[in-house]
């Protein structure tokens, strides 16, 4: 099993910074992708960002410019730094890998409680 704990979330004003930490625990024998999505009430959680095994990185359109991802392989941290923060960036953001572990070794999702951003005046 993976165990992903987000953190970093909180109410910012248009134009400020955030940087969410989803920070990975559990057997990992190799990690696929990284990604954070976003999803808001009564709407589907959408990809926002996403890194490969390979260090390639893939941005919605909305946050292109703006935001972030990166990873510190060390502390199997996945972050994404989000900057000139929106009111449209709202909404509660979710860490997911696509992992393989000692005891399920195909790659499968696994997905972060969430950390909820508000971008608000």
């Known amino acids: 099993q993976v165990q992903l704990v987000e953190s970093g979330g909180g109410l910012v004003q248009p134009g400020g910074s955030l940087r969410l930490s989803c920070a990975a625990s559990?057997?990992?024998?190799?990690?696929?992708?990284m990604r954070w999505h976003r999803q808001v009430p009564g709407k589907q959680r959408d990809l926002v960002a996403s890194?490969?095994?390979?260090?390639?990185?893939y941005y919605s359109d909305s946050v292109k410019g703006r935001f972030t991802i990166s990873r510190d392989i060390a502390k199997n941290t996945l972050y994404l730094q989000m900057n000139n923060l929106k009111p449209e960036d709202s909404g509660v953001y979710y860490c997911?890998?696509?992992?393989?572990?000692?005891?399920?070794?195909?790659?499968?999702?696994?997905w972060g409680q969430g950390t909820q951003v508000t971008v608000s005046s």
């Open positions: 997911n890998f696509l992992a393989a572990t000692n005891s399920r070794p195909t790659f499968s999702d696994y």
């Open positions: 559990g057997s990992i024998l190799m990690i696929n992708a």
């Open positions: 890194m490969g095994r390979l260090i390639t990185t």
